[in-house]
């Protein structure tokens, strides 16, 4: 059966994208190819092309206010002062109370503290955790409040760790809860939603995921300084109230939206995924991969029917378009269905595909050449023998 020319050239396509995708997977690792990369700058190391959509869309005009979320700010307020708070703040009946707070050492009178805390109800606690150095599966208690003994068992706690622990690295997400030797630790953000939204923390453990992706876009809190809380006690109530710094340097984590965010508004914007339950659906490893081969593919094959006098331009063209669609299609995606896709993998085999097709035509004209040469030395020897 006779093979016809378009036919030929749709199996050359498959096998430069077949070789494409072996080059592609030779020289990932050692690279840590991120297409992200290419326009990431050198303040932000760490970046991604998700990072690029979420910061995109957290500077529309639009925004929403988290009716469920109250942040009070305690900037430089010493125990006393933070006492004063949680006595205003547990009369207004909160749903829960979170205090982002490590009280490392007890202090001379800490006892206006300790009495406030045990008369705010529904309260979280903060602690972090480590790395167990028995198991590398489980973490074990690392810092907690030092009146977290006398507080328990009334007072629930929540670990305040990010997924990284490198102060470099972006977070994006939170991981959901910590399983020690003893026992499991949930989130910060996850023992506050225990409280108020046992339902939704139902959902988020159906979901099966040991990390989540912080919904930061477009969304703000409305935030009280101490001295406001006298004013404003009546918009408490029914509240998730957190309390923690907005100003400490040292608590300052880069973000998708901000360089410089502290803990207390990220653990805010965890919660609030959980709350609102637009969580973030990723594509696994090997569907972008089956994208990017599709992509490839299709790249490979358009550029076996375009002549050869406007090839290099028109395959330039295609990259620039090809480059606006992954970024538009990446963007509504990202936004309009919380779905995030790695188009990483799609640019690097794109890539990777015209080096394919270049060596692939290179080494057609070798064996050409070769083929030629030695029909040549075949005519030459063959006129040899018939002269004899």
Known sequence: MKIDQKNIKYLKA????????????????????????????????????????CHVADKRAVRVLDHDVV?????????????????????????AV????????????????INALRGCPNLVMALSVKPDTTDIQ???????????????PLTAAGATNFPTTESDRTIRDFRVEFPCASDTVPSFALALAEIAAPLQVEHLRQRGNREEVIN????????????????????????????GSLSQTEDMHT??????????????????TILSEEYFFKLNKWWNWAIAFVSCFSVVAMSMFIPVSIKSMSMRVFQIILLYITIRYGYDLFIDFNIIVNFSY?????????????????TEGCLGWMKGKMAKIRTFKLKINTSR
């Not at 900037?75 to 703040?89: K, S, T, Y």
Request: aromatic share 8%; with cysteine; glycine share 6%.
């Open 98 to 113: 979170g205090v982002d707070i490590l009280f490392g050492k007890p202090h001379e009178d800490d006892s206006r503290l």
């Open 14 to 53: 498959l096998g430069i994208t077949i070789l494409a995708f072996l080059l592609s997977q030779v020289l990932l690792s050692p690279l840590t190819f991120s297409a992200a990369t290419m326009i990431s700058t050198p303040g932000r190391s760490d970046f991604t092309i998700t990072d690029f959509y």
């Open 346 to 362: 799609s640019l690097l085999m794109i890539t990777f595909g015209l080096l394919a097709n270049d060596f692939w035509v290179g």
């Open 216 to 243: 930061f876009c477009s969304r703000t809190y409305t935030t009280y300084l101490p001295e406001e809380l006298p004013d404003n006690a009546d918009r408490l109530r029914d509240k998730i109230v957190l309390l």
């Open 138 to 152: 489980r973490f074990a208690i690392d810092h907690r409040s030092f009146l977290a003994d006398s507080l328990s």
């Open 71 to 95: 942040i009070v700010d305690i900037g430089a307020c010493d125990r006393d002062d933070i006492a004063g708070i949680l006595e205003i703040v547990s009369v207004c009946e909160p749903r």
């Open 255 to 272: 973000t998708p939206v901000k360089s410089a965010m502290t803990g207390v508004m990220i653990h805010a914007h965890a919660l609030s």
